[in-house]
Nanobody, 125 residues
Framework: VQLQACGGGLVQAGGSLRLSCAAS????????VGWFRQVPGKEREFVAA????????YYADFVKGRFTVSRDNAKNTVYLQMNSLKPEDTAVYYC???????????????????WGQGTLVTVSS
């Protein structure tokens, strides 16, 4: 499966963006999907994740109450709605999909099988 993340851009602090992660090649309605972000020189960090059914969502503490992850399996797309953006949210955002079973640790990079190319989010102060 190929993942395409889009929706990044330049926004002022306090503004909003919605990122999309579209899958092609195979339906990923049975996949858990995570969002991560990375700033140059720093490790990639977990942002949010959603299980295949959308029944469970997970968030990093620093985005709770501001970001919302959702999915539309009919469209093979997962979304990350980002509100109240801060300059420290500036990063390249990646989506990742997991298509195997076992214990799911949403924040664990190695638990995902496919990664998108990333989309840049820049928040100006």
């Amino acid at each position: 499966v190929q993942l395409q993340a889009c929706g990044g851009g330049l926004v002022q602090a306090g503004g909003s963006l919605r990122l999309s992660c579209a899958a092609s090649g195979r339906t990923f309605s049975t996949y858990a999907v995570g969002w991560f972000r990375q700033v140059p020189g720093k490790e990639r960090e977990f942002v949010a994740a959603i299980t295949w059914s959308g029944g469970s969502t997970y968030y990093a503490d620093f985005v709770k109450g501001r970001f919302t992850v959702s999915r539309d399996n009919a469209k093979n797309t997962v979304y990350l709605q980002m509100n109240s953006l801060k300059p420290e949210d500036t990063a390249v955002y990646y989506c990742a999909a997991r298509d195997h079973g076992g214990v799911y640790s949403p924040a664990r990079h190695a638990g995902y099988d496919y990664w998108g190319q990333g989309t840049l989010v820049t928040v100006s102060s």
